[in-house]
Each structure stands twice: as C-alpha cells, then as structure tokens.
C-alpha cells in the first residue's frame, strides 16, 4: 500500500501521534525511496520539535531494526555489546572490549567512526597497520565464536533505515532530538543477538549530552526500549568534562590504551573501564557491584586482557611486531607545546576545546571523507589538579602540517583554567541505570 508521507507531517508537525504501522510504512518507504528526503527531512524536523511519546520511539526503532538483517551469534558465553555515546580521549572500547573477554563474556561491537569534536573508536584501530575493520556479518560472527570478540564497522544491511536517517539527520540540523537519537542507537544494538546492551552516556562539556538532566533523561529511554524488546539494557553515566586519560589522537590512544591493559594508564580511564565491567559482572553473574570492581581491576592490572587484545588485533589482521616497537608508531609532521601563561594549579580543562584542537591538527575529519592523521593529537602533560609554573608546558600538540599546528595550539590557548586552588576529586562514573529504569548510585 502507497504511503501518503504528507498526512503524517502536518500530523506530527500539529503535535499529534502516529500509529507503529504508520511509523513503519514511513520508514519503510522511504529505504525502498518511494519518500524522498525532502519530505523525510521535514518529518524529522517535526519529531525534533514536537517530540514522540514512547509507543512512537518504540515504533520507530522496530522499523528501522526491520528495515535490515539482524546478527545471530552462536557462542558459549554471555554476549555482552557496549556501546560509547562519545567524547574526547574516549579510549572506553579498546580496554573494556578485552577486558570484558578477559572476564569471560563474548563481545560483538560495530563501532563508528569519529564525529566532529568526538574521536570514533574504528579511526583509532585502524591505526595500527593492518587491521581490518569492514567484516561481513558471517565473519564477525565467527570471530566472536572462536576469539569471544570481534570490532566492526556497520555493515551496508544492518539497519540501512539508521545509516539513511542519520545522514539527513547531519545536514537538517535534527541531530539533538532525544527519540531520533535513542532509536537510533537502540536499533543498532538490537540487531545483534547479545543478552546485554552495555550502554556508557558520557556527560559534559566534551560529550554529546552537556548536562546531567539531558543524559538522564537519554539513559532512561535507552533501558526501557531495551526491556521494551527483551533486551536486558544497562546504562552508566560517565563525566566528560575534561578528556578521559591523558590523549587525544587516534594512535596516541591506542598506545595509551595498550598502557592502560597491562596495568598502568590514567586513573579515570581504569576506573571507567573497571565499572563498566562491573556492571556487566553484576548484571548478568549476580556479583555485587564492589566485588565486580575489584575483580575487573584484579584482570586489568594483571595483564590478562592485554593477552586478549594481542589475540583480538591479530585476529582482524592487525600487525603484532607494530604493538611491540615503539619505533615502528606513527611520527607526527610537525610537533608544538602550549605553555603556562601563569603559575598555579590547574583547575579545568575543557574537553571540547581539547577534541576540536586534536581535528584541527589532523585527527579528525573537517568535512565528510577526510582522512585522518594517525599521528596527530593532544598529549596532556598538566592534567587536572597538577602544579604548574608560568611558561611549564601543559600540553603537547602532533600535527600534520605546520599550518595545523598553529590552528590547534590558537584552539587551546583558552582551554587551561590555571588557579590558586586545587579543585575538589570527581568521581569518573556518577550513577547506573538499570535493566528496569531505576537510578542507582555507584559507591
């Protein structure tokens, strides 16, 4: 049957509902190209203006999780899909993918690539030579079978509707709206046959949702969509108002990583990581969440997660002599430091700031299709709470080209907030939303 799309805006449009089966032909029509974009572009502009109830955000994600194939997995552990909302130095996936190996679930993730200011966990694998990320879904799957995990990029036949709306999502200004953004999500997470739905909502000034109430209000739809489908659904919210570690830059974080899986690397990373793991351990073992803890980080410094990711990257083709020599990692054109314009301690560190200089030294993209610089980044060498005197160096900048040097250290020149006092510790990981919405503190 025809859908008549024009009904369905001046509906939605005038703050009225639709049905899942008008939801559905909508979508349906517009994969098969029978709607074109114009008219779904005003469509999803009245959804960002007019909102959706739940029943339509349930609609929505069913049909776009219809709208492709879906990945089934036969392996003999839990399987366990994470999933990053985003933000600057968000290494998350490279050290909790193994480690949750370590552990012994099985992890199938599709990962994406980064997304203006946000580094996306694919550039940064693929930094290491060698290693392919463009898996057909049989061969993801046996990977996860006989590794127990396996990263990837999202395939032209899983959820297609996503990959459409998303693109005209970008260039409609439609990106911000809660029920686009969490059937976006949630159906890709839902085409993969996993038992847990992981989910880490960075908040901040570096993510995607600045303020606690708008990552709230995100976690809490995402978990019940997930039970909607009987999906078992976690979500921690996790602070991104300074960079996560202590990089930014595809390569950079990949060593900074490796750093982190054999017992070392920055605090706020391991205890981002050692969470997300617990939470996996106390939902799907039963393990209380402070016991989890200490198991997670027992794995993580002991170095047997960093024996998985060896195993992991070779097993996408990853080259291993890479890891070990240090000579053999990408060097960087040009090199610059941002020095202390006064003495004191350091008091904040704005993660924005921080990730749109890291793509303007090359390691992001400034339009669609750019490539990225392996070597280029922010390497942070006064961090939150440090000491600092006037003209000490407080960051160091890798760039491809002289002219990006200089765009990004003008970036940072405003980022550092030095001061008389320290500021107070903030814990990395604020609260839990569990499979059945409610919010829990995480001691």
Known sequence: MKVHALPLIERKRDGGSLDAGEIQGLVSAYVSGDVPDYQMAAFLMAVTIRGMDFEETRALTEAMLRSGVRVDISAHRPLVDKHSTGGVGDKTSLVAVPLLAALGFAVPKLSGRGLGHTGGTLDKLESIPGLRTSLDRSEFATLVSRYGLAVAAQSDDIVPADRLLYALRDVTGTVQSLPLIASSIMS??????????????????????????????????????????????????????????????????????????????????????????????????????????????????SGQAYDVFRRWIASQGGDLAFLDDPGRWPRPACTGSLTAGRGGTVRLIKARGVGEAARLAGAGRLRKGDAVDAASGVEIVAPLAATVRQGDEICRVHAASGEQLAAALERLASVWEIGDEAPGRMPAVLCAYTNDGRREEIA
């Open 188 to 301: 890709k997470k839902l085409a993969v046959s996993s038992r847990l739905v992981l989910l880490d909502v960075k908040v901040g000034d570096g993510a995607f949702f600045p303020d606690e109430a708008s990552a709230e209000a995100f976690a809490a739809l995402a978990v019940r969509l997930g039970a909607a489908f009987g999906r078992d659904t976690r979500a921690l919210l996790t602070r991104m108002d300074a960079p996560l570690g202590l990089t930014v830059g595809n390569a950079l974080e990949v060593r900074e990583a490796i750093d982190c899986l054999k017992g070392g690397g920055p605090e706020d990373l391991r205890e981002v990581v050692t969470a997300l793991a617990a939470e996996a351990l106390h939902a799907v073992v039963g393990e209380d969440r402070p016991a989890a803890r200490a198991r997670a980080a027992s794995v993580l410094a």
